[in-house]
C-alpha cells in the first residue's frame, strides 16, 4: 500500500477504515506498519486514537476490535501471529506509541468509562489517591458534556488495553476458550515481562529515526516519592496545587515511569471496582453488586499478582537488606520494594473480599481460589527457591517471610474465616469442592505460617502503649522504604503498630476483628471437620454402593429383574458422572484436608473421634443410607442446622416409601403405561362384578381358603412400613377387602418370561395351546407350594 504525504490528515484515516472493511486482517496490519515506518508523528497522531479503538474495541463494548480474549494460536494461527508480532512490546504498535510519546501529543479519555469509585471520586471533584490522575483530569467548557482524563499516548494505550478486559462482553460458555491460551492473556504476560523485569533493567523506547537517539518519554506525572502514596482525600483544587511538579523533576525517575504507569493502569482497572465505604455498604443483604469480576478477569489478575511477586522478589539479598536503603539505590530497586504494598495491597483485599462473598456457590470459584493462594505464598516465586526435601514434605516457610505475613495479615485470617463460611455451605462430597478444601488446608499447614500468623493476631491484639514521642501518630498504611524482605524490626511496639497500621487502613478504626485462632473460628473448623468426617463416610457408601452394582444392572432395573427402589440411592452429584477414581480421589482429598486442619488448629485425636461419633451415624440394616442429624421434640423429630445442610446438599434424608393402595401407585420405568392401565380397568371390573364370591372364598377353613387368601388380600401395610424414621408410630393397618391384581402382567419382565417361553416352546415343537396350559399348570403347582408354606409359617408364629 502506497500512501502519498498528504496535506490533509483526515484522508489517511478516510483510507485506513475504508481498508478496514475491505482487505483481509494481514493486508491491513502489512499497511498499519509501513504507515507508522513512512508518516510523521503529526500525520499519526489522528488516527491514533481510531487505530487504538479498532484493536482493543471500543470502550461501551459495541465494537470488539480484534476480538484478543478469543484469538489462539491453535485455533487461528495466521491471524495470531500477526496480532502477536503487532501488538508486542517490541513491535510496531509500540512504537507508534513512542513515536507519538516523543512529541507530547495528548488524548481525551472519558471518566465515564473508569472504574465506579474513582469515577464518583472524580465526579464530586475528589481526586483518587493514585497518582495516576494527578494533574490529568480536564474539566469541560462551558456547556460540554463529561469529564475527560488528559493521557499521554502510553498511558491511553494501555488504559484501553486493560480496560478491554472489563468493557467487552464476558466470554460464551459454548466457545470453550481456554484464557491460558488466548492472545489477550498471553500480551498481559509479554507486557509484565518487558515492562516488569524480574532481571535487568526495563528497556529502553525504540528511536524514532534510524541511528537517532531514543525520544525522551514524558515523566511519571507526579514526580513524587513513592512515601507520598496513599494520603487522604483532599479538595481536587488542592490536590492539584499541592501536587504541581517541574517536568524536569528527578531525571534518575524516568527510568521506570512506563512500568509505574504500566502497575498503576492494570491495577486500577482490574482491582479498583470497590472502596471501603462501599465494601461496608455491601455487607447489606439488600445492597446491589456495582461490578461482578468474570473468572477470565480473575484469571488475569492472578497472573498479576504472580508477577508481581516475582518482579518484587527479584531484588538481590545486598539490595533487600535495610541497611542498603539509601539515596545511591536505583529508581527500579525503590519500585520492586513498593510495587505490592503501595500500589496492590489495598485494592486486591476489597476486591478479594467481594469474590468471597458474592461468588456463586459452584466450582468456578477454584479460579478466585487460585488468585488469592497465589498472593498469600510469594516465597513460591521468589529467585532463591529452596530445594525439596527428599521425604516429600512440605517446606517450612522462612522467617525472613514474617514481614509480608504480619503486614497482610486479613487477607490470611479474615479471608480465611469467609472461606470456612463458604466451605460449610457447599457439597463436599463433590470432588471438585472436597479439591478446594484440600487446597486451603495444604497451603496454610505449611510448616511455620500459622505459628506466624498467629504471631501477627497477637501483635494486633497487643494493648497499644502510649509512648510520648508517639502519641501524635495515627494509623496509615506502613511506610514505603521498609521491605518485606528484610528482618522485622526487633522492637515489639513498632512491630504491632505496622500490624494495627495495617489492619485499621484496610477496615477502618472501628473494625471488630475475629482472631483466626480464637475460639469462634476454631469453632468453625470443628464444624467443617464434621461435615468432611461425614462427606467421606457419604462417599464410600456411593462408592460400596457402585461396586455393589453390575454394569448391567440399570438395563436389568429397566427389565425389572433387579430390584428397583426409588429410595435406595443418592441424590445425583457429579461423583455419579466421574465413577470409581473420582470417588477415591474425593475420599483422598478429604483425609488429606482433615489432617492439614488437625495440624493447623492443633487438633487432638480425641477431639475428630468424638466427631464421628457425634455425626448421629444412624444407619439402616446394610450400613449405608442415614437419617439427617435432628432432635426429638414434642411434636415429632425437629432438624438442626446439620440437618439441614444435609438435606440441601443431598448428603442425608428421610426414608419416604409409598404407602398408599398398591394399584395406584406410580407406573414404574418397567412397565407398559398402556398395559398397566387396561389391566388396572380389567380387575377392577372383576372386582366389582364378583367381590361377593371372593370374600366368601377367602372366609372359608380349608385348603381353597387359604389358596385364595394367598392370591386375592395383600399384606396389610402396618407390617410393613413405618411412618416415623425412629420406629415409635406405624401405619394403622388398612384392611382391604379380597381382590384380584393383573397388574404384575404389565411388567416387561413378564413380557420378556413369557415371551422366552414360548420362543423355547416352538424350538421343541410345543404348540402355543398347549404351552399356555403347561405354563398355567406350572404356576399353579408354584401356587400351590407357597399356600402350604405360608399357611406352615403361620402355625408357627407366637
Same mark, same amino acid.
Given at each position: 500500500m502506497a500512501f502519498p504525504h498528504l496535506q490533509q490528515p483526515s484522508f489517511l484515516l478516510a483510507s485506513l477504515k475504508a481498508d478496514y472493511v475491505n482487505k483481509p486482517f494481514a493486508q491491513r496490519c502489512q499497511d498499519l506498519v509501513k504507515v507508522i515506518e513512512d508518516f510523521p508523528a503529526k500525520e499519526l497522531h489522528t488516527i491514533?486514537?481510531?487505530?487504538?479503538?479498532?484493536?482493543?474495541?471500543?470502550?461501551?463494548?459495541?465494537?470488539?476490535?480484534?476480538?484478543?480474549?478469543?484469538?489462539?494460536?491453535?485455533?487461528?494461527?495466521?491471524?495470531?501471529?500477526?496480532?502477536?508480532?503487532?501488538?508486542?512490546?517490541?513491535?510496531?504498535?509500540m512504537k507508534l506509541v513512542y513515536k507519538l510519546q516523543a512529541e507530547d501529543y495528548k488524548f481525551d479519555f472519558p471518566v465515564s468509562y473508569l472504574p465506579g469509585p474513582v469515577k464518583a471520586s472524580i465526579q464530586e471533584h475528589i481526586l483518587p489517591d493514585s497518582a495516576l490522575y494527578h494533574n490529568k483530569v480536564q474539566f469541560p467548557p462551558t456547556g460540554g458534556l463529561g469529564l475527560n482524563l488528559v493521557l499521554n499516548p502510553f498511558e491511553y494505550y494501555i488504559f484501553f488495553f486493560a480496560l478491554s478486559l472489563i468493557t467487552q462482553k464476558p466470554l460464551s460458555m459454548s466457545l470453550h476458550v481456554r484464557t491460558s491460551d488466548c492472545a489477550y492473556f498471553i500480551l498481559v504476560d509479554r507486557y509484565l515481562s518487558w515492562f516488569l523485569p524480574t532481571e535487568g533493567s526495563v528497556p529502553p523506547p525504540f528511536s524514532c529515526s534510524p541511528g537517532g537517539a531514543s525520544p525522551s518519554p514524558a515523566p511519571r506525572t507526579p514526580a513524587m516519592p513513592f512515601a507520598s502514596y496513599g494520603l487522604h482525600h483532599t479538595s481536587l483544587l488542592k490536590r492539584h496545587i499541592s501536587h504541581q511538579t517541574s517536568v524536569n523533576a528527578d531525571p534518575?525517575?524516568?527510568?521506570?515511569?512506563?512500568?509505574?504507569?504500566?502497575?498503576?493502569?492494570?491495577?486500577?482497572?482490574?482491582?479498583?471496582?470497590?472502596?471501603?465505604e462501599m465494601y461496608q455498604k455491601m455487607q447489606s443483604p439488600h445492597a446491589k453488586e456495582s461490578f461482578t469480576p468474570s473468572e477470565e478477569h480473575v484469571l488475569v489478575v492472578r497472573l498479576l499478582l504472580k508477577h508481581l511477586h516475582a518482579f518484587a522478589n527479584s531484588l538481590k539479598p545486598e539490595q533487600a537488606s535495610p541497611s542498603?536503603?539509601?539515596?545511591?539505590?536505583?529508581?527500579?530497586?525503590?519500585?520492586?520494594?513498593?510495587?505490592?504494598?503501595?500500589?496492590?495491597?489495598?485494592?486486591?483485599?476489597?476486591?478479594?473480599?467481594?469474590?468471597?462473598?458474592?461468588?456463586?456457590? *459452584?466450582?468456578?470459584? #477454584?479460579? +478466585?481460589? &487460585?488468585? @488469592?493462594?497465589?498472593?498469600? %505464598?510469594?516465597?513460591?516465586?521468589?529467585?532463591? /527457591?529452596?530445594?525439596?526435601?527428599? *521425604?516429600?514434605?512440605? #517446606?517450612? +516457610?522462612? &522467617?525472613? @517471610?514474617?514481614?509480608?505475613? %504480619?503486614?497482610?495479615?486479613?487477607?490470611?485470617? /479474615?479471608?480465611?474465616?469467609?472461606?470456612?463460611?463458604?466451605?460449610?455451605?457447599?457439597?463436599?462430597?463433590s470432588p471438585k469442592n472436597a479439591l478446594m478444601v484440600f487446597r486451603v488446608a495444604k497451603v496454610f499447614a505449611q510448616p511455620n505460617l500459622a505459628e506466624m500468623i498467629q504471631k501477627g493476631e497477637q501483635l494486633f491484639l497487643e494493648p497499644e502503649l502510649v509512648i510520648p514521642h508517639r502519641q501524635h501518630r495515627f494509623f496509615t498504611a506502613p511506610t514505603v522504604t521498609g521491605?518485606?524482605?528484610?528482618?522485622?524490626?526487633?522492637?515489639?511496639?513498632?512491630?504491632?503498630?505496622?500490624?494495627?497500621?495495617?489492619?485499621?487502613?484496610?477496615?477502618?478504626?472501628?473494625?471488630?476483628?475475629?482472631?483466626?485462632?480464637?475460639?469462634?473460628?476454631?469453632?468453625?473448623?470443628?464444624?467443617?471437620?464434621?461435615?468432611?468426617?461425614?462427606?467421606?463416610?457419604?462417599?464410600?457408601?456411593i462408592s460400596d454402593q457402585c461396586v455393589e452394582s453390575p454394569p448391567g444392572r440399570s438395563f436389568l432395573s429397566w427389565l425389572g429383574f433387579c430390584p428397583t427402589d426409588p429410595n435406595s440411592y443418592y441424590p445425583a452429584n457429579d461423583l455419579d458422572e466421574m465413577g470409581q477414581d473420582s470417588i477415591r480421589k474425593t475420599d483422598e482429598y478429604l483425609e488429606k484436608a482433615l489432617e492439614y486442619l488437625r495440624q493447623i488448629f492443633r487438633l487432638?485425636?480425641?477431639?475428630?473421634?468424638?466427631?464421628?461419633?457425634?455425626?448421629?451415624?444412624?444407619?439402616?440394616?446394610?450400613?449405608?443410607?442415614?437419617?439427617?442429624?435432628?432432635?426429638?421434640?414434642?411434636?415429632?423429630?425437629?432438624?438442626?442446622?446439620?440437618?439441614?445442610?444435609?438435606?440441601?446438599?443431598?448428603?442425608?434424608?428421610?426414608?419416604?416409601?409409598?404407602?398408599?393402595?398398591?394399584?395406584?401407585?406410580?407406573?414404574?420405568?418397567?412397565?407398559?403405561?398402556?398395559?398397566?392401565?387396561?389391566?388396572?380397568?380389567?380387575?377392577?371390573?372383576?372386582?366389582?362384578?364378583?367381590?361377593?364370591?371372593?370374600?366368601?372364598?377367602?372366609?372359608?377353613?380349608?385348603?381353597l381358603g387359604s389358596f385364595c387368601r394367598y392370591h386375592l388380600i395383600e399384606p396389610t401395610l402396618a407390617n410393613r412400613h413405618l411412618l416415623s424414621p425412629v420406629g415409635q408410630r406405624q401405619a394403622a393397618s388398612h384392611a382391604r377387602g379380597p381382590r384380584l391384581s393383573l397388574r404384575f402382567l404389565g411388567s416387561y419382565r413378564t413380557l420378556l418370561f413369557l415371551l422366552l417361553a414360548f420362543i423355547v416352546a416352538s424350538l421343541l415343537c410345543i404348540r402355543p395351546l398347549p404351552c399356555t396350559l403347561l405354563l398355567v399348570l406350572g404356576y399353579l403347582l408354584y401356587a400351590i407350594a407357597m399356600t402350604l408354606l405360608t399357611e406352615r409359617g403361620k402355625l408357627h408364629q407366637p
Open positions: 491514533f486514537p481510531w487505530l487504538v479503538e479498532s484493536i482493543f474495541g471500543s470502550l461501551d463494548g459495541v465494537l470488539v476490535g480484534w476480538n484478543l480474549r478469543c484469538l489462539q494460536g491453535r485455533v487461528n494461527p495466521v491471524e495470531y501471529s500477526i496480532a502477536m508480532e503487532f501488538l508486542d512490546p517490541g513491535g510496531p504498535m534518575a525517575s524516568q527510568e521506570i515511569w512506563r512500568s509505574e504507569t504500566l502497575l498503576q493502569v492494570f491495577v486500577e482497572m482490574w482491582l479498583h471496582h470497590y472502596s471501603l542498603t536503603h539509601s539515596h545511591a539505590t536505583s529508581p527500579l530497586e525503590e519500585f520492586k520494594r513498593a510495587a505490592v504494598p503501595r500500589f496492590v495491597q489495598r485494592k486486591l483485599y476489597l476486591f478479594l473480599q467481594h469474590c468471597f462473598g458474592h461468588w456463586p456457590l *459452584d466450582a468456578s470459584f #477454584r479460579a +478466585v481460589l &487460585e488468585m @488469592w493462594l497465589s498472593y498469600l %505464598q510469594p516465597w513460591r516465586y521468589a529467585s532463591e /527457591k529452596q530445594p525439596q526435601s527428599s *521425604d516429600s514434605q512440605p #517446606r517450612c +516457610v522462612s &522467617e525472613k @517471610w514474617a514481614p509480608f505475613v %504480619q503486614e497482610n495479615l486479613l487477607v490470611y485470617t /479474615k479471608l480465611f474465616v469467609s472461606f470456612l463460611n463458604r466451605a460449610l455451605r457447599t457439597d463436599l462430597v521491605s518485606f524482605l528484610s528482618p522485622w524490626p526487633p522492637a515489639i511496639t513498632d512491630a504491632s503498630f505496622k500490624v494495627k497500621s495495617h489492619v485499621y487502613s484496610l477496615e477502618g478504626q472501628d473494625c471488630k476483628y475475629t482472631p483466626m485462632f480464637g475460639p469462634e473460628v476454631r469453632t468453625l473448623v470443628l464444624r467443617l471437620a464434621q461435615l468432611i468426617t461425614q462427606a467421606k463416610q457419604t462417599a464410600r457408601s487432638s485425636e480425641a477431639q475428630l473421634a468424638q466427631l464421628t461419633l457425634t455425626l448421629g451415624t444412624t444407619q439402616d440394616e446394610n450400613g449405608k443410607k442415614q437419617l439427617p442429624d435432628c432432635i426429638v421434640g414434642e411434636d415429632g423429630l425437629i432438624l438442626t442446622a446439620l440437618g439441614r445442610y444435609q438435606i440441601i446438599n443431598g448428603l442425608r434424608r428421610f426414608e419416604i416409601e409409598y404407602q398408599g393402595d398398591s394399584e395406584l401407585q406410580p407406573i414404574r420405568s418397567y412397565e407398559n403405561a398402556s398395559l398397566v392401565r387396561a389391566l388396572f380397568r380389567l380387575s377392577s371390573a372383576i372386582n366389582r362384578r364378583f367381590a361377593g364370591q371372593m370374600v366368601a372364598l377367602c372366609s372359608r377353613d380349608d385348603f
